[in-house]
């Protein structure tokens, strides 16, 4: 049986250290050595799944991302690699040293906690519109001992009165009908993590044009994005009245994220 994806090899040294409980190195150091017949059916219907084109992460329950281990489930988006981009544009920007922080859409909490993970004493606050998603941002923090506080709102429309320093936000920014949601791991993760009207920029649009609200004088938005939307999401950026507009580049080179600061 062939797995699907890009790294088949991978996956399946993946799913069988998660049936085993070895690491992957030792399957080279040792490769003489024979699994128990329960682990090779519970590594054949793992197996079975991901030819099937279901995620890695959904079969192994959990996602690294800024070397952080987080439990995943299809109620939320599996973090991706390019988010990291977003963090560390985050970490650069000249912020107080006990910042507040607001993470819109926070799903697994990646974002949040990774920026907890760096900054222990910025206040964090993480929300989303999906009680499970909620839940599970609020299991990985208390797994990860990170002091992040996820609220249940949908954007701002259920965050407590407050002004922040800077906010961050993976919204969904696929058009409606794009022939990307066919394809590979999107297919099994929420439609409402992902669409985004009919141009991708309904959200995006929702956010920036709200951010001015909550931002402190000289906090920052930081938003990630299609690579085909750069300079229709600085429009929406500098038509907000954000100032020092910029979009940066993802792993692959692709404009990916664009930042702005409130005047106030």
């Known amino acids: 049986m062939v797995i699907a994806g890009e790294s088949p090899r991978l996956d399946a040294e993946l799913l069988l250290s998660h049936v085993t409980g070895l690491t992957r190195t030792s399957f080279r150091a040792w490769p003489e050595r024979q699994v128990t017949t329960t682990e090779a059916r519970r590594f054949e219907a793992l197996v079975q799944q991901r030819a099937s084109g279901h995620p890695v992460a959904h079969l192994l329950g959990e996602q690294e991302f800024w070397s952080l281990s987080l439990k995943v489930n ?4 599996i973090p991706r690699p390019d988010t990291e981009c977003l963090v560390e544009a985050a970490l650069t920007l000249p912020l107080p040293e006990a910042a507040c922080i607001l993470d819109l859409g926070t799903g697994t909490g990646a974002i949040a906690l990774a920026l907890s993970s760096e900054r222990p004493l910025w206040q964090v606050t993480a929300c989303d519109a999906v009680p499970a998603a909620v839940e599970l941002a609020e299991e990985n923090a208390q797994r990860l001992a990170l002091p992040v506080n996820v ?6 429309d259920g965050l ?11 919204p969904p920014y696929i058009a409606r009908g794009d022939h990307h949601l066919d394809e590979g791991d999107v297919r099994f993760e929420p439609a409402s993590a992902l669409v985004a009207g009919d141009d991708g920029l309904d959200d995006l649009r929702l956010i920036v044009s709200g ?3 909550w931002l402190n004088t000289g906090g920052w938005l930081v938003m990630e994005h299609g690579f085909d939307q750069g300079a229709a999401v600085r429009n929406l950026f500098k038509a907000s009245g954000l100032e020092a507009v910029e979009t940066r580049r993802d792993y692959g080179g692709q404009e ?3 930042l702005g600061r409130w005047p106030g």
């Open 256 to 258: 990916r994220l664009t």
């Open 74 to 77: 299809p109620a939320t988006l």
């Open 211 to 213: 951010s001015p609200e």
């Open 151 to 156: 609220v249940l709102s949908h954007w701002f």
């Open 160 to 170: 407590p009165a407050g002004r922040f320093d800077l906010i961050v936000s993976n």
